[in-house]
């Protein structure tokens, strides 16, 4: 499994940005896949959810601010991240997801790439 992201970097508050997951060695589009983020001092928190048919759920603060959607011809996941906040600001991971009782987990990780919201 190998989970690719580029496509971090900095932008002022207000501004957008779009991160991209570049997904190989497992059959992208029959998996649940995650965008998760992880500020300095912080645990690792989910933000949103994609399933194979593009059904999406997110994190409230992100709600209406975040866009996760997937292509499973080109194997690749994204996230359109509009209205940044400084808050925003973070290391954000896409990975595979897996469910333990219910509840969404991270299985396999990319490397992660940084968002830094700042003026």
């Known amino acids: 499994v190998q989970l690719v992201e580029p496509g971090g970097g900095w932008v002022q508050p207000g501004g957008s940005l779009r991160l991209s997951c570049a997904a190989s060695?497992?059959?992208?589009?029959?998996?649940?896949m995650g965008w998760f983020r992880q500020a300095p001092g912080n645990g690792r928190e989910w933000i949103a959810r994609v399933s194979p048919l593009s059904t999406t759920s997110y994190l409230d603060s992100v709600k209406g601010r975040f866009t996760a959607s997937r292509d499973n011809a080109k194997n690749t996941l994204y996230l359109q991240m509009n209205s940044l906040k400084v808050e925003d600001t973070a290391m954000y991971y896409c990975?595979?997801?897996?469910?333990?009782?219910?509840?969404?987990?991270?299985?396999?990780w990319g490397q992660g790439t940084q968002v830094t919201v700042s003026s």
């Open positions: 990975a595979t997801l897996v469910s333990y009782g219910g509840v969404w987990s991270g299985l396999n």
């Open positions: 060695g497992f059959p992208f589009r029959d998996k649940e």
